[in-house]
T-cell receptor, first 112, second 113 residues
């Protein structure tokens, strides 16, 4: 029972590079989320999805894009990486909106 | 505009004593709250929740209290153990109308042996 799997665990990008953070879940959850956590701060919602083909912005979507072509996968795309995107990124899923979230182990991203 | 706030960044207690972590919220429409625990280099994991129809929910050493009139909830850990040392986040379910984060900034609990 893998739960929510995120790859990679660590990544260093140069300013202006692009990358995709992968997230997959094997619990057949409808809802998926991307959060970022900056040092000493809470989790800020980047994007979320209520099902395959449906995505919506959270409170910090600028500089990111997502897609949800299947129930299992919810990749996060960073275009033109900037130092402000240095953070730890967490993917999560839940069966319903008001249910507890299941988190992946995170991706530590540094943009230099 | 943070809808869930944890005003204490850190808390240190002795092993065996009670730990009390606090959380305040602003949106009276919230009807369900959750606490997550996070160890370094790991994702948060669900700890305990409470519905607004209750004022208390207990699970072993962990109890969450909800005071709706004060828009305040607290997590009690009794007795505290060194393995409880982690960051604790208070959260409410996502408000899709606002798309806003519903996590507090977290409280780092240190339990000293």
């Amino acid at each position: 029972n893998a739960g929510v799997t995120q790859t990679p665990k660590f990544r260093i990008l140069k300013i202006g590079q692009s990358m995709t953070l992968q997230c997959t879940q094997d619990m057949n959850h409808n809802y998926m989320y991307w959060y970022r956590q900056d040092p000493g701060m809470g989790l800020k919602l980047i994007y979320y999805s209520v099902g395959a083909g449906i995505t919506d912005k959270g409170e910090v979507p600028n500089g990111y894009n997502v897609s949800r072509s299947t129930t299992e996968d919810f990749p996060l795309r960073l275009e033109l990486a900037a130092p402000s995107q240095t953070s730890v990124y967490f993917c999560a899923s839940s069966p319903f909106l008001s249910e507890k979230l299941f988190f992946g182990s995170g991706t530590q991203l540094s943009v230099l | 505009d943070q809808q869930v706030k944890q005003n204490s960044p850190s808390l240190s207690v002795q092993e065996g004593r009670i730990s009390i972590l606090n959380c305040d919220y602003t949106n009276s429409m919230f009807d369900y709250f959750l606490w997550y625990k996070k160890y370094p280099a790991e994702g948060p994991t669900f700890l305990i929740s409470i519905s607004s129809i209750k004022d208390k929910n207990e699970d072993g050493r962990f109890t969450v209290f909800l005071n709706k009139s004060a828009k305040h909830l607290s997590l009690h850990i009794v007795p505290s153990q060194p393995g409880d040392s982690a960051v604790y986040f208070c959260a409410a379910p996502l408000n899709t109308n606002a798309g806003k984060s519903t996590f507090g900034d977290g409280t780092t609990l240190t339990v000293k042996p």
